[in-house]
């Protein structure tokens, strides 16, 4: 366990400003990860493997991309005990996000609002911190997963926005486990409409293209999974499954390792936090308040997709019963990050240790 107890840390983060806390605490990871100090906020990894869309997973419960998004701390987040973690979004082109301020926490519903809007140095430098990550050469341990998350510059037409997918998809494929199509962020002008039928189609259809000339060219097929948003009724969602169905399963409707789901993002629902300081922000909601319908629209996509559909659950995981509803609604994997700001380092292992024993297949 970490020799520094995070509630000890989160009365001085709380007190700041939540982006400047969030700075700082990356800072301070960046600057102890591969060094003996990891260990005032390791945890052990619980070995629970797990396989999924062709990948062996240590565990199932990872990090959501958001937290790191110019991957600068991939060494010390995987000393946190995760089986998987994301990084990312990133973009083509360095990008400064919206202006501040644009997080905002919510502690009464363990919450946060963010508008970042996809603030990320750009691709070449987000390559670049990928290739100094060392978690792969630990000998006789099985490695964490390295997701990659790619999105669209702001600055991009919605009309262009697949070229900016494909430009990263082409920089990031040879040094991911996988890779995320971030097409659910209510912060980027647009964005969301490529969910849609006809918009999401386009999308997958050029990505599952350039993903087979990757392929060839590297020697290595990489699963492309696509984060949806929870705001979604139920027609959508069917449209979603229907589409993903299209690319990523056989003639007889089995899941191929070409496709998965991440479900959910952000919401913009205010409903559950209603009254609270802050509640009105602009954003996207995550944490607590998230968690219902994350969970009810993992539930559609499983019952669309079939048992053999790749789903990773995301949204509202403070606890560890929380991580084992995720599963239990339909979920293979889980992912946390705003329940990490609110309990700290420890709810990695309490989560994964919480699906071994109480959701285990």
């Known amino acids: 366990m970490s020799l520094l107890p995070y509630a000890v840390a989160r009365p001085l983060l709380f007190s700041m400003d939540p982006e400047a806390a969030h700075e700082l605490t990356l800072g301070s990871i960046a600057r102890l990860q591969r060094s003996p100090l990891t260990c005032l906020y390791s945890e052990p990894r619980v070995h629970d493997p797990y396989t999924l869309a062709g990948l062996q ?18 060494d010390g987040l995987a ?15 360095a990008q400064p996000g919206n202006p501040k301020p644009r997080m905002f926490r919510l502690p009464k519903a363990n919450a946060l609002i963010n508008r970042l809007g996809f603030n ?3 691709l070449d430098a987000f390559i670049a911190n990928v290739k100094l990550a060392r978690f792969r ?9 390295l997701g990659l998350n790619i999105g669209k510059n702001a600055s991009t037409p919605i009309e262009r926005a697949i070229d900016d997918y494909l430009t990263c998809l082409d920089g990031v494929y040879p040094h991911a486990d ?3 199509v971030n097409i659910s962020s209510p912060n980027t002008q647009n964005l969301r409409s490529l969910q849609s039928d006809a918009a999401l189609d386009a999308l997958l259809g050029a990505v599952a293209e350039r993903r087979e000339l990757l392929a060839q060219r590297h020697g290595r097929h990489i699963p492309v999974f696509v984060k949806i948003a929870p705001d979604l009724d139920e027609t959508q969602v069917e449209i979603i499954a229907t589409t993903l169905m299209r690319y990523g399963a056989d003639s007889e409707g089995l899941a191929t390792s070409a496709f998965g789901v991440i479900a959910t993002n952000t919401t913009l629902s205010r409903e559950a936090v209603a009254g609270l300081p802050h509640a009105q ?5 995550s944490g607590a308040p998230v968690l219902q319908a994350s969970n009810r629209v993992i539930r559609q996509l499983r019952a669309c997709l079939g048992k053999s559909f790749p789903i990773i ?27 990490l700001i609110y309990q700290g380092p420890s709810l990695v292992w309490e989560s994964a240790r919480a699906i071994q024993t109480r959701a285990p297949g």
Request: hydrophobic share 40%; glycine share 18%.
């Open 79 to 93: 000393a946190m005990g995760f089986g998987f973690v994301e990084v990312g979004t990133v973009t083509p082109k």
């Open 120 to 122: 990320n140095e750009g």
């Open 281 to 285: 922000e602009a954003g996207g909601l």
């Open 178 to 180: 996988y890779v995320t």
């Open 313 to 339: 659950g995301v949204g509202g995981v403070l606890s560890a019963d929380d991580a084992v509803s995720k599963i239990q609604s339909g979920a293979n994997l889980v992912q946390i990050y705003t329940g």
């Open 137 to 145: 050469d630990q000998a006789g341990v099985s490695p964490m997963l």
């Open 57 to 74: 997973f240590p565990n199932r419960v990872g990090l959501a991309a958001g937290l790191d998004k110019n991957a600068r701390c991939i």
